[in-house]
């Protein structure tokens, strides 16, 4: 199994990413696809989350109206597109991919990718 983040970078405030997550070594399309973030002054947050085939998408309110998830099951990849970033959007951004099949979890995680938003 293999996820990994790219996209990340430094930006200034009011500035946009787009973060990807490619993935391999499992059945993309079976899987709920996530991205969290993980500050210093905040610990692990969940930021947004997309249902398999894209059905039905959430976000953290603090950055509902600014980030838009979204997956690609043919490509085996999803997306988080950022704007109007702030500064307390600076974070480790780490892709999840998440099952629950016969009462088992299965919980993939990316190494993630650092975000930076400062002036």
């Known amino acids: 199994v293999q996820v990994v983040e790219s996209g990340g970078g430094w930006v200034q405030p009011g500035g946009s990413l787009k973060l990807s997550c490619a993935t391999s070594?499992?059945?993309?399309?079976?899987?709920?696809m996530s991205w969290y973030r993980q500050s210093p002054e905040k610990g692990r947050e969940m930021v947004a989350t997309?249902?398999?085939?894209?059905?039905?998408?959430h976000y953290a309110s603090s950055v509902k109206g600014r980030f838009t998830i979204s997956r690609d099951d043919a490509e085996q990849t999803h997306y988080l597109h950022m704007y109007n970033l702030k500064p307390e959007d600076t974070a480790v951004y780490y892709c999840?991919?998440?099952?629950?099949?016969?009462?088992?979890?299965?919980?993939?995680w990316g190494q993630g990718t650092q975000v930076t938003v400062s002036a």
């Open positions: 999840n991919a998440r099952q629950l099949r016969l009462g088992v979890t299965y919980d993939y």
């Open positions: 997309i249902t398999t085939t894209g059905g039905s998408t």
């Open positions: 070594g499992f059945t993309f399309s079976s899987f709920v």
